[in-house]
């Protein structure tokens, strides 16, 4: 019986096993659904080609969203002369494309929620490239992720009406980060320093939508943290760990959602939400 509610268990499990954190998940999630391992490795492919696909139409539609807020700068972004290196730069304009996808009600897959959608296949399908890497290679990078997504919003949250955008886009950098992690090599415990690294420096991200839609600031957030998670996964690889712990770093981040008031979690009585340009906005949203 493959069990664990820590991430501190998910890495004793692998590393008992001899196993990556995602394949003690792939066992793990087979288990709980009660399917062939062959079900469950399918069902996460078919989210590994939604993500592809959102990507690719992100990166070329530059059709605005119903509001006119966002799109086209996923497109902008890739044209544009960059000094980023590569992977950071496809990254963020991943990240940017599938995040515009989703706030022109395109096919995402929510990972681990809607608003916070593009960070995990920015960085996973950035890096991917880099590597070379098949498919098999990003289906296992998406049940490292997972896993570390169960741990979270089991022991915390997961939902920017509950503990903000860290909650949301930190969740989502660190699954990100642990999965980029464990696709370039790093042992169980890099891949959960580098989810504690990620998590704990994006800790009181704030959830202030404009006139309450998951659009600004929500969209370039995505790329931020994509690129955000890149640099936890190489300093992890690198040898630098967390001094906090990962288990207690999702506990503080959990916390902390508890504290900030109402009109930081989705409520957008607050933040960016309030700005006059932002209160602008929502009136001619709202008419």
């Known amino acids: ?49 939604v993500m592809q696909d959102a990507v690719r139409q992100g990166l070329q539609e530059q ?11 996923a497109c902008r972004f890739t044209n544009a002369d960059t000094f980023l290196g590569p992977v950071v730069a496809k990254a963020a304009a991943y990240a940017l494309g599938v995040s515009e996808v989703n706030a022109r009600m395109g096919k995402i ?59 949301e886009c930190g969740s989502a950098a660190a699954m990100a980060a642990a999965a980029v992690t464990e696709m370039l090599g790093g042992t169980p415990k890099q891949s959960a320093h580098a989810l504690a690294l990620a998590l704990k420096n994006l800790l009181g991200l704030v959830c ?21 998670a890149l640099l936890a996964a190489q300093m992890a690889l690198a040898g630098i760990e967390s001094v906090i712990p990962a288990d207690e770093v999702i506990e503080a981040m959990y916390r902390i959602g508890l504290d900030l008031p109402r009109t930081l979690k989705e409520t957008s009585e607050g933040g960016l939400a309030k700005t006059p340009t932002g209160e602008r906005i929502t009136e001619g949203i709202n008419g």
């Not at 001899?18 to 989210?47: F, L, P, R, Y």
């Not at 059709?63 to 966002?70: M, N, P, Y």
């Not at 991917?128 to 998406?142: F, I, P, S």
């Open 1 to 49: 019986m493959i069990n664990f509610k820590y991430i501190a268990e998910l890495v004793e499990l692998a590393e008992s096993s001899k196993k990556t954190i995602a394949e003690v998940v792939w066992g793990w999630e087979s288990e709980e659904s009660q399917c062939s391992s062959d079900v469950v490795w399918n069902k996460m492919h078919a989210g590994l080609k």
């Open 63 to 73: 059709e605005k969203s119903f509001s006119g807020l966002v799109g086209g700068d």
């Open 109 to 167: 897959v929510a990972c681990p929620t809607a608003g916070s959608c593009g960070i995990v296949p920015g960085a996973i399908l950035a890096v991917g490239e880099h590597l070379k890497c098949d498919d098999k290679v990003l289906v296992k990078a998406l049940f490292t992720a997972a896993g570390i997504g169960a741990v979270i919003s089991s022991n915390a949250t997961v939902a920017g009406a509950v503990g903000g955008c860290q909650a």
């Open 208 to 228: 202030d939508p404009v006139a309450g839609l998951v659009e600004v600031p929500c969209v370039k957030r995505n790329a931020f943290a994509a690129v955000h």
